[in-house]
C-alpha cells in the first residue's frame, strides 16, 4: 500500500480528533437518517491528505453508519410496501456505484459538485419552509418502478463518485417523488445505502484508495458513530415528524455550504493532478 509518514491519522491525535467529529455526526444520521459524508469529508481529509483515501474512508464508516441505523431504527418492522421500495432501489444503484468509484480517476467533480449543492439547497429551503405532505399507500405501478430503479442509479454514481451514501439526495427524492413519510424515508434510504456503500467501498479498495491507516481511522471513527447513532435514534423516538423534516432540511443546506467551500478552496491534489499513493 505504500507509506503514508507524517499523516495525522496516524498519531493517536488524529484517531482522538476523528472519534470526536464522528460522534455528532452520527447523531445527526441516527436522527434524521442521512449518512452524513458530506460533514466527515473535510475532517477526514485533513487527516488523511489524500482525496481518494477520503473517499474510500469516508465510504467504509458509512456503511458503519447505514448498518447502525437500520439495526437502530428496527428497518425490518417498516410497512411492507416500504420495505420493496428499498429493495427496488439497491439493484441499480450496485452498477451506479461501481461507474461512480471508477470515473473518480477520469473526472473533475467540480461542477458536477456545483449541480449537487445547488439541488441541496433548493430541497433544503423547500423542507425548512413549506410544510411537506406526506402519506398514503405506494403505488408499485410501472412508472414508480421505473422511477425508483433510475433514481437508485444516480445515486449510486453520487455515492462511488463522491464517497458519500447520498441521504441527503434520496431521502426528499422519497419524499417529493414518491410522498414517504420523512421518518420512514430515513430508514429506507440507510437500508438502501448499505450495499451501494459496500460495492463503492470494495471497489476503491481494489484500486488502492486506502490502506491500514485508513482502515484504523475508519474504525474509530466507526465506533464513535455507533454511539452518536443510538443517541439520534433515541431522540427521534421523542420528536415530531415536523421537527425531523425541519432539521433535515437545515442539514441539507449545510451540506450545501461545505461542497461549495469545497469547490472553492480545493484540495492540492485536486488542482495540481498530484498522484496520491495508496
Do not use: C
Not at 147 to 164: D, N
Not at 261 to 276: K, M, N
Request: no cysteine; net charge positive.
Amino acid at each position: 500500500m505504500g507509506s503514508s509518514s507524517g499523516l495525522l491519522a496516524e498519531r493517536r491525535l488524529g484517531l482522538a480528533i476523528g472519534g470526536l467529529f464522528a460522534l455528532p455526526i452520527g447523531l445527526l444520521s441516527g436522527f434524521t437518517g442521512v449518512g452524513g459524508g458530506e460533514y466527515r469529508a473535510p475532517v477526514l481529509l485533513a487527516l488523511l491528505g489524500r482525496v481518494r483515501w477520503t473517499i474510500a474512508a469516508n465510504l467504509f464508516i458509512g456503511l458503519s453508519v447505514g448498518l447502525f441505523n437500520v439495526i437502530f431504527r428496527q428497518a425490518w418492522t417498516l410497512p411492507v410496501e416500504y420495505l420493496g421500495l428499498a429493495l427496488l432501489l439497491i439493484p441499480s444503484s450496485l452498477p451506479g456505484a461501481y461507474v461512480g468509484a471508477r470515473i473518480t480517476k477520469r473526472l473533475s467533480t467540480s461542477v458536477l459538485k456545483g449541480l449537487l449543492a445547488g439541488l441541496l439547497i433548493a430541497t433544503g429551503l423547500r423542507l425548512i419552509l413549506f410544510e411537506v405532505r406526506t402519506g398514503g399507500s405506494l403505488s408499485f405501478d410501472l412508472p414508480s418502478i421505473v422511477l425508483a430503479l433510475v433514481l437508485g442509479f444516480a445515486l449510486g454514481i453520487v455515492s462511488g463518485l463522491l464517497g458519500v451514501a447520498g441521504g441527503e439526495y434520496r431521502i426528499p427524492a422519497l419524499i417529493f417523488l414518491l410522498g414517504v413519510p420523512t421518518v420512514f424515508a430515513g430508514t429506507i434510504s440507510s437500508l438502501a445505502s448499505i450495499p451501494v456503500q459496500l460495492t463503492g467501498w470494495l471497489e476503491h479498495r481494489k484500486l488502492g484508495h486506502g490502506g491500514p491507516t485508513t482502515f484504523r481511522l475508519g474504525a474509530v471513527m466507526g465506533i464513535a458513530s455507533l454511539i452518536g447513532v443510538a443517541l439520534g435514534v433515541v431522540f427521534l423516538g421523542r420528536s415530531t415528524q415536523a421537527l425531523v423534516t425541519q432539521i433535515l432540511g437545515v442539514a441539507m443546506v449545510l451540506a450545501a455550504i461545505r461542497i461549495v467551500w469545497d469547490i472553492r478552496h480545493p484540495h492540492p491534489s485536486e488542482v495540481l493532478g498530484t498522484p496520491e499513493r495508496a
